[in-house]
Nanobody
Framework: QVQLVESGGGLVQAGGSLRLSCTAS????????MAWYRQAPGKQRELVAR???????NYADSVRGRFTISRDTVKNTVYLQMNSLKPEDTAVYYC??????????WGQGTQVTVSS
């Protein structure tokens, strides 16, 4: 049974930082690409950052240079370090795991709120 558990969300002032974590179980983590998505109220879910099984990252234009995605294959955990946060980063952040056959699994989400 695949399980992705996010943590690290919270309330922070603009310009501040947060680090999200997503710990996976029930999968061969080293073979999965992992990603962070977010969904703000009234908006569609959007890709924030993805890291391949080989460790190559890519980012949405809106977060490039501020956010960093990384993975620890020993801990089966993917991280999202978020710096210079803006109010428009406020959203529920979801962890996604994608298998080599492109089957997606999702976490339950963690709320990030950035106050101005």
């Amino acid at each position: 049974q695949v399980q992705l558990v996010e943590s690290g969300g919270g309330l922070v002032q603009a310009g501040g930082s947060l680090r999200l974590s997503c710990t996976a179980s029930g999968i061969d983590f080293s073979r999965y690409s992992m990603a962070w998505y977010r969904q703000a109220p009234g908006k569609q879910r959007e890709l924030v950052a993805r890291i391949t099984s080989g460790g190559s990252p890519n980012y949405a234009d809106s977060v490039r240079g501020r956010f960093t995605i990384s993975r620890d294959t020993v801990k089966n955990t993917v991280y999202l370090q978020m710096n210079s946060l803006k109010p428009e980063d406020t959203a529920v952040y979801y962890c996604q795991g994608r298998s080599s056959s492109r089957y997606d699994s999702w976490g339950q989400g963690t709320q990030v709120t950035v106050s101005s």
